[in-house]
Each structure stands twice: as C-alpha cells, then as structure tokens.
C-alpha cells in the first residue's frame, strides 16, 4: 500500500467505523493536476466500500492556492450535484489548506465504470452521452459559490500563427469581444468531456472531477464537450452530440453559436498540445498535427454556423 502516508490513511479512516481498516491502495490515471487513489476499506467481514482520494502533490501542474479553491469548489459542487442526483460521487471529506500531508486532499466515493474513448456504436455512445449532460442540466440552482467566468479575455486573444485559417479566428474573435447574450444560470459541470464520464457497456455510470461545477449557461457544457469530440474523433461527431442534446432538452436549451466560440476561446492554445487524457485512454493516434488540422476544421465550422 504505498504512495500515502501513514497520517493520510488514518485521515481517511476518520470518515468510516471504528474497526475499518485499508485493504488495497491503487493509482488512477487521467489527471494532471492531482494524484489520484482508488482505496479500499473493508468495514467488516461482509463489507467493503472503495473510494478515491485526490492529493494535490503536483505543484508543477497547480499552485496550491488554487489547488486550496479547486478544493473547496469540487466539494461544494459534489455536495450539489449529488442532491441532484447527476450519477456524482459522493463527497466524504476535504483537507483543503494541506495539514495532513502538506497536500490538499478530497476523499469521495467511488463510482462503477471506466473510461471509453473506442465506443462500439459510436451514435448511440453520443446520444447516451447528451443524455447524460441534459440530465445534469435539468435544475434551476440559483445559489452557488462559483459563478462561470471566461479563463480568457477576449481582447488578449492573438490570431494562432499555426493556423491555416487566419481570417475564420479573426472572424471568431469579433464574436468573442461581443457582449455576452442574456440568460437564466443552471448549475454546470464545467468540465464535462468523454474522459470524465465513466461506462459499463454502452450505459453511463456516473460523471467525475466536478472541480470546475458552476453556475453559467448549458452551451458552456456544450461547447466544451464539443470541443472535446471534435479533437478526438472529429467535427461530424460534435455536431452529432449537439443534435442529440438539442432533442433531448427539448424547449429546455436554446442553441447559440456564442458558447461553442467561448468554449473553444477558453482552450485556445499558442503551441496547441495533446490533452494527455486522451492518449492515457487509449486515443495514441492524435498528433500535434492532427490536433492542429481538427482544431481549424472547428473553427471553420463554427464560423459556418456564424455566417448562416
């Protein structure tokens, strides 16, 4: 059981029975800010519950103060969206200032399934997909702590010089310097993208890393999940999620161009590179090229969708 310290094991076993004891202790792949462990603890005989640790022990990755927010946000947010029921983890505890081993911690519940990059039916994994995200959006949560704010402002933005498509960014960045459309706020994922959705078979089991989890508007979800497909598989699939999402939520969600473009501005990289979530699950196939060439392929299309 190694990779955590003793004081860190006790820590956990606050939350449980007296007699509970950690059996197994195992890394998790697919984050780049934290380290993550599936742990787990027997509470008896007949009895044991697995759950997982987040440790922010990557200082290169995160400043601790923000890991300290990340923190606080994600278990808010977990609170939220478990009494939403969204298929969340559950939240168990927090050392959010780092006391216990000089790392800020979050210990939740741990969820059946496992990533899928490589769906059999890839139409009905989307559907199933925007089924998912309509369902996290069926609220009308007034009141958080967090509030979506753009992680790049509109007018530090450059046209990228590796694009081959300088004049569709340039039309692109008009729409982003527009003033942001008038709307109802819902409670949002912020992050949400096929590595953090969780699968057996062709069934959704659950939604993780809710450290970004919001008040903003669905199409941020949306456009960031687009955005996602779109460089994993291509735009064609995006565009098929966002029919999928419009069906389901019904009168519910009304499609504006804005958020995929917001959604796209906040990811917008200066030397684009590969998400390393991607590759970790399977998806080793995309290059920095590729990445680049699916990267304008969006964009045009968005400026396609703009010029209708």
């Known amino acids: ?13 606050q939350f449980f029975p007296q007699n509970a004891r950690i059996v197994s202790i195992y890394p998790l792949k697919g984050s780049t ?3 993550l462990f599936e742990i787990t603890i ?20 995160v400043e601790k103060s923000k890991a300290i927010s990340w923190v606080e946000n994600e278990a ?4 939220v969206a478990y009494s939403l029921r969204c298929s969340s983890p559950k939240f168990i ?13 979050l ?22 997909l925007a089924i998912t995200l309509k369902d996290i959006h069926q609220n009308r949560l007034k009141d958080f702590s ?3 704010f753009r992680y790049h402002h509109p007018d530090n933005l450059n046209i990228p010089v590796w694009s081959s498509h300088p004049e569709v960014w340039g039309v692109l960045f008009q729409l982003a310097k527009q003033q942001e459309p008038m709307y109802d706020p819902i409670f949002i994922h912020r992050d949400f993208h096929p590595v953090n959705v969780l699968w057996q078979g062709e069934e959704v089991t659950g939604v993780v890393d809710w ?15 687009r955005w996602n497909l779109a460089m994993i598989y291509g735009v064609d699939e995006a565009d098929l999620f966002l029919e999928y999402y419009i069906k389901h939520a019904e009168n519910r969600f009304s499609y504006d161009v804005y958020w995929d473009n917001v959604s796209l501005m906040d990811v917008l990289m200066d030397q684009p590179s590969v998400y390393p979530g991607w590759t970790e699950f399977g998806r080793k196939e995309i290059t920095k090229e590729i990445l680049i060439d699916r990267i304008d392929q969006y964009a045009i299309s968005l400026y396609n969708r703009i010029k209708q």
Do not use: F
């Open 146 to 148: 967090s509030k979506h």
């Open 33 to 35: 800010t934290a380290s």
């Open 1 to 13: 059981m190694n990779g955590l310290m003793n004081n860190v094991k006790d820590w956990i076993l």
């Open 211 to 225: 450290a970004n989890g919001c008040l903003g508007h669905a199409g941020i979800d949306v456009g960031h999940c």
């Open 107 to 128: 210990l939740m519940s741990k969820l059946p399934g496992k990533v899928d990059l490589h769906p059999i039916t890839i139409t009905a994994w989307l559907e199933n």
């Open 76 to 79: 808010n947010s977990l609170i």
């Open 42 to 61: 027997e509470i008896s005989d007949k009895q044991k519950e697995h759950v997982v640790l987040r440790q922010y022990d990557k200082p290169d990755a």
């Open 93 to 105: 505890g927090k050392d959010k200032y780092g006391e216990v081993s000089g790392y800020p911690l």
